[in-house]
């Protein structure tokens, strides 16, 4: 998800298709064996598209970005972005359908100051109905962009509405060109994960991922020390790690690392990441990937969501000469 700062350019197509992950241009090109590392993560599916489609049965047209599928309240939810070209992106949400086999969109997600004609997306829901996203409302003074709220679902069929709205302060570094761009909450309410990503163009040119640990009704980011012990073998100086998602024991932690020059968009590259540990305090490991897009223009490929069961691990793509970046999915074997 990128933040930017004047919202989307439009200068062409392609760029559009890059603008969710673009860095500004570097001196040399990486290869995808460079970018992604590690071993090739085994154990899971090809891709294949996940359906998402109107009340009436016709394909959504639109974009689903950032998903975060979730069961709550007695129904599976996919919560999602749009991203339209005038950065003004929304929280949408849909409900799946198991006689269709499909979440069905019911449009955009209800509360009270919720939508707002900046960035508000990447959202996160844990076991409690803490909701959290990411907002440029206020940014860049002050400059945090991350904020919490209460998602409660009623009605039969079921809705979800959002209330409480409130961000949260002290998590990021303090002031621009410093912000956050995705935040993903453990199920248990007891971590914020989120990516810190340095804005010193329209665009970042380093974004790690960062955590912070549940301290009574707010979470309290760790020290440098701790961040480096627990996610130094994660994070790059070179490449951009964001758009990231946890299992509920806290071991796997998928993630998005990307490559990519302004100079050589013919040599982008984009990864769906997996990194392990051995329990849920612990360091985490050097990554695999699950997923790569080869150096082809326009392949955008990122932010990826666990499951309930987690079989299936959620993310979404946009292909050169698609109109919408499209719901995407791996299957645990």
């Known amino acids: 998800m990128l933040l930017s700062r004047g919202g989307t350019s439009a200068v062409s197509a392609l760029l559009l298709a890059f603008a969710v ?24 599916s090809s891709p294949r598209q996940v359906a998402v489609v109107q009340p009436d049965g016709t394909a ?15 129904a599976r939810w996919l919560f999602f972005n749009d991203d339209p070209s005038n ?36 959202p996160a829901l844990d076991q409690d109905g803490g909701f959290f996203f990411i907002s440029t409302r206020t940014y860049p003074n002050p400059s945090e962009t991350i904020h919490a709220a209460t998602l409660t679902v009623t009605g039969s069929p079921p809705v979800a509405t959002v209330s409480g709205i409130r961000r949260l302060d002290g998590l990021t570094r303090s002031g621009a060109p410093w912000a956050s761009q995705g935040v993903q909450v453990t ?13 010193d163009g329209a665009l970042p040119s380093q974004s790690d991922i960062v955590a912070a640990r549940r301290s009574g009704a707010t979470f309290t980011r760790l020290s440098d020390a701790e961040l480096e012990a627990l996610l130094g073998k994660v994070n790059t100086a070179t490449f951009l790690e964001y ?40 360091p985490f490991d050097l990554p695999g990937h699950l997923a790569v897009t080869n150096p082809v223009p326009g392949v955008v490929m990122e932010a990826p969501s666990l499951s309930p069961d987690e079989k299936t691990l959620y993310y979404h793509r946009r292909s050169v000469g698609e109109p919408f970046a499209r719901l995407y999915a791996l299957d645990r074997q």
Do not use: I
């Open 21 to 44: 992950a673009a860095c500004p241009a570097k001196t040399r090109v990486y290869a995808v064996s460079e970018v992604c590392g590690g071993s090739a993560v085994t154990g899971w």
């Open 60 to 74: 959504y047209a639109e974009n689903v970005e950032e998903p975060e599928v979730r069961d709550f309240g007695g």
């Open 87 to 122: 950065g003004n992106k929304d929280l949408r949400y849909a409900r799946w359908d198991e006689a269709r086999q499909a979440f069905v969109v019911l449009g955009l997600l209800p509360g009270a100051g919720l939508q707002t004609p900046t960035v508000d997306g990447n």
């Open 187 to 199: 199920w248990d309410s007891q971590w914020l994960f989120f990516d810190e990503a340095k804005f």
């Open 243 to 282: 758009a990231e998602a946890l299992s509920a024991d806290g071991r796997e932690l998928f993630f998005t690392r990307t490559w990519v020059d302004l100079t050589h968009l013919d040599q982008v590259v984009m990864c769906v990441m997996r990194s392990t540990r051995a329990d849920a305090t612990g």
